[in-house]
């Protein structure tokens, strides 16, 4: 990405998380300016998911702290979330509502004005690929179009920051490329971390990969300086991850 953003839009420092006895996140750090792509990679377990969850605010964290867009998401929850898009693996989705009906809902719960909701309704809607399906109702939709409805309920209200977990599972490859285009085009004015176990997206997609496993950071680097070094990222993700006994740390600016 270019020199011209400076500011990190998510900052997160030494973020833990415990349940009972058992780590499911420790000491992570992670930093994301305007404009990047950060693809969370990790197999099934690596913790891709809590750190989701912790960075939206949704589950609090046992140590550490998470700034969006330079507010403490513990000190000002409801406007730190409110430069948050968010959509989770599971997308939360009203079958019984038509499209606009539900993005309305969302514009509203995201607090916004009668008379911003028509007008980011139809930003949506277009962005995201829905001009035929605005009156449809969401059961009746393919899985496709139903991430797609799920991506726009997270952009409804224009965050900076968009947190993706797992936005192509279940979809079949031509809705899978055009999933991957939507979330490209985001990515030129916004924030977005996209999570995935997926080596080919984070390739076609991101601009850095931080690579996780068993609750802790292994990797984090940019994909041009992995290439630069004549280096494959499935190579890589192999090796931090297949070694469950001693995982080896490494970090790049």
Do not use: W
């Not at 399906?133 to 991506?151: E, F, M, P, T």
């Not at 085009?185 to 080919?200: A, D, F, M, Q, W």
């Amino acid at each position: 990405m270019t020199e011209q953003i400076a500011s990190p839009t998510i900052s997160a420092r030494s973020l833990s998380r415990y349940f009972g006895n058992r780590v499911a996140v420790r000491e992570i750090n992670l930093e994301l300016k305007h404009g990047e792509i950060l693809g969370l990679l990790g197999p099934n377990g690596a913790g891709k998911t809590t750190i989701m969850r912790m960075l939206t605010g949704n589950l609090a964290p046992s140590a550490g702290c998470v700034e969006i867009c330079g507010i403490d998401l513990l000190d000002k929850p409801r406007d730190a979330k409110a430069c948050i898009g968010y959509l989770p693996e599971i997308p939360p989705l009203y079958r019984e509502l038509t499209v606009n009906e539900y993005l309305q809902f969302a514009a509203r719960l995201h607090r916004l004005s009668n008379a911003e909701i028509q007008f980011a309704l139809d930003r949506v809607i277009h962005r995201c690929g829905l001009d035929d399906a605005g009156k449809r109702l969401i059961g009746s939709l393919s899985k496709g179009y139903q991430q797609r409805v799920g991506i726009a309920q997270a952009i409804i209200h224009d965050p900076g920051v968009i947190i993706l977990d797992e936005p192509t599972v279940g979809l079949d490859p031509n809705q899978i490329r055009e999933i991957r285009t939507l979330i490209r085009e985001l990515g030129t004015e916004r924030s977005v971390i996209l999570s995935t176990h997926l080596l080919p997206e984070v390739e076609s997609i991101c601009d850095r990969v931080q690579i996780m496993h068993k609750g802790s950071t292994v990797l984090s680097d940019s994909l041009n300086n992995l290439k630069q070094k004549g280096i494959s990222l499935e190579e890589t993700f192999m090796q931090f991850t297949m070694d469950t006994e001693n995982p080896k740390s490494s970090s790049s600016p």
